[in-house]
């Protein structure tokens, strides 16, 4: 791309502010004589405070994307813009810099410390993204409605709240994007509702731009836009799935 067409994309990207865009993105991962394509030429285009879930069958390349969008993980060709910034052209420092101020990470599994409180695993996180332990985290766990149970351990909180303390460590720091690997994958469906509403909330309240992986069309739905994909690629809603979107 010549230096005029970058500018022309880039001013069109400001006037709809555009805060993530992968362009052309391949992944294929090499162990050994063994390679693997997992994604294929994905263009993706988020704006700034968007709530999109992206849906598709099990093995098509989700969550590698999700690694990729959250600068975790290097495509094979392609590249990713995090506001405004080509996290390719960056060093790995700067990268890691750029991901820890702007992205929180939910996953299926929460991944929270087992070992410390509610209210220490958000201060463990904040010490790593190198910020000072003030309000935020009172703010973040009010936001969350676990102030009560801020000194439980995960193993003294139930699955649902566990997975609201690990909303609340990934909001804390007010990160611009929110990445979400199957957030209510592990969760019945009062706490899947609780969730959701939690998500709506601080995505109305905060601005906050969400980005959701869900194998629910029910949980789809709490989405503004939802992104089909398939075999490594975006596709159009598949038609057995027509009726939920
Ligand atoms: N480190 C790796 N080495 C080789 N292949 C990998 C590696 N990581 C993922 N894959 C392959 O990439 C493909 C996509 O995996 P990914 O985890 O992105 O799928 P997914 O859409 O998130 O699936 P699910 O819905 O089951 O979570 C799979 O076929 C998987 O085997
Ligand atoms: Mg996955």
Do not use: W
């Not at 996180?125 to 936001?143: M, P």
């Not at 699955?159 to 609201?164: E, K, S, V």
């Not at 990445?179 to 209510?184: H, I, K, M, Q, S």
């Not at 509702?193 to 906050?208: A, M, P, Q, S, V």
């Amino acid at each position: 791309m010549n230096k005029k067409e970058e500018f022309r994309i880039q001013n069109s990207e400001a006037r709809r502010d555009i805060i993530l865009r992968a362009e052309k993105l391949c992944k294929t991962f090499r162990n050994g004589a063994l390679e693997t394509q997992v994604l294929f030429d994905l263009d993706l285009q988020i704006e700034r405070g968007e709530f999109v879930a992206i849906m598709g069958p099990s093995g098509c390349g989700k969550s590698t994307l999700m690694h990729i969008l959250g600068l975790m993980l290097s495509p094979t060709a392609g590249r990713v813009v995090l506001d405004g910034q080509n996290a390719g052209q960056l060093s790995d420092s700067r990268r890691a810099r750029l991901r820890r101020e702007k992205i929180g990470f939910v996953f299926q599994r929460f991944n929270l410390l087992g070992t410390v409180n509610a209210y220490q695993n958000l201060a463990i996180a904040e010490r790593v993204r190198g910020n000072k332990l003030d309000g935020q985290i009172t703010t973040a766990l009010e936001a969350v409605d676990m102030v009560d149970r801020a000194r439980h351990k995960p193993g003294q909180l139930s699955i649902g709240q566990q997975q609201r303390i690990a909303i609340a460590r990934a909001i804390c720091h007010r990160p611009a994007l929110l990445l979400a690997d199957e957030p209510t994958g592990n969760l019945d469906s009062g706490n899947t509702r609780k969730i959701l509403d939690l998500f709506t909330r601080i995505h109305n309240e905060y601005g906050l731009t969400i980005v959701m992986i869900t194998h629910s069309p029910t949980v789809a739905r709490a989405a503004n836009r939802i992104i089909h994909m398939a075999d490594g690629r975006i596709t159009d809603a598949p038609a057995e799935s027509a009726e939920h979107v």
